[in-house]
């Protein structure tokens, strides 16, 4: 395979982590700015974001099912794209869980949670630019410790929400929205984690 084809799948995990990075940002944006009147208009916003990213997925596997040579194994490649793809997923689903939840007010640590996520879809970011070159990279298993770094730093944010929502708040409805939003914010946190953890797997299988 030509040096050319074989970038085209490192270059489409940099564009899909990309979608990822946007949906993170919009979601920070609608957690400080929060208006609940707005709320279906950003969720179709971010939808949107979601779905371009979908079909940058398919495009790729549509490309993988041709090719004949890869530059590395095809499930690592699928495994690949699949765990970036529910980064995305994932943080669109915490504006899902603020639409159905009919959220009135915004709880100070989901605007935590959402900057924590900026810095772990950047680390993504950083990381997926120098995959390409992992045989040689200085610095990707940097970006593999610091995503762990702040995926851990998401436990303990989690943790924190949780006992300042069940300390402070008598509302049982409130308790229940919240405790959905936090885990599915957790959750987003986790899916970066996954991606790294597939990276460092092709990178053992490889070297």
Not at 44 to 53: G, Q, S, T
Not at 67 to 85: C, N, V
Not at 123 to 131: N, P
Not at 146 to 165: A, H, P, T, V
Request: hydrophobic share 40%; charged share 35%.
């Amino acid at each position: 395979m030509s040096k050319k084809k074989d970038s085209y799948y490192f270059e489409n995990f940099v564009t899909c982590v990309e979608y990822s990075s946007r949906a993170a940002r919009m979601l920070e944006e609608n957690l400080i700015h929060f208006r609940r009147e707005n709320l279906k208009d950003r969720l179709d916003e971010i939808h949107r974001v979601e779905h371009d990213a979908d079909q940058k997925k398919h495009e790729m596997i549509g490309v993988l099912v041709k090719a004949f040579i890869t530059p590395i194994e095809r499930e690592d490649i699928i495994l690949l794209s699949q765990s970036i793809d529910e980064v995305t997923d994932k943080i669109e689903d915490v504006m899902i869980r603020l639409y159905i939840n009919n959220v009135k007010d915004i709880r100070p640590e989901a605007v935590e949670f959402a900057a924590l996520l900026i810095q772990c879809c950047e680390a993504l970011s950083q990381m997926m630019q120098e995959f390409e070159n992992f045989k040689k990279s200085k610095t990707l298993h940097e970006c593999l410790i610091r995503i762990n770094e702040l995926e851990e730093q998401g436990d303990r944010l989690f943790i924190k929400s949780m006992r300042k929502l069940h300390k402070e708040t008598d509302n049982v409805i409130d308790i229940i929205a919240w405790r959905e939003i936090f885990n599915y914010l957790e959750k987003c946190c986790d899916a970066c984690e996954h991606v790294a953890d597939a990276v460092e797997s092709v990178i053992m299988k490889n070297t």
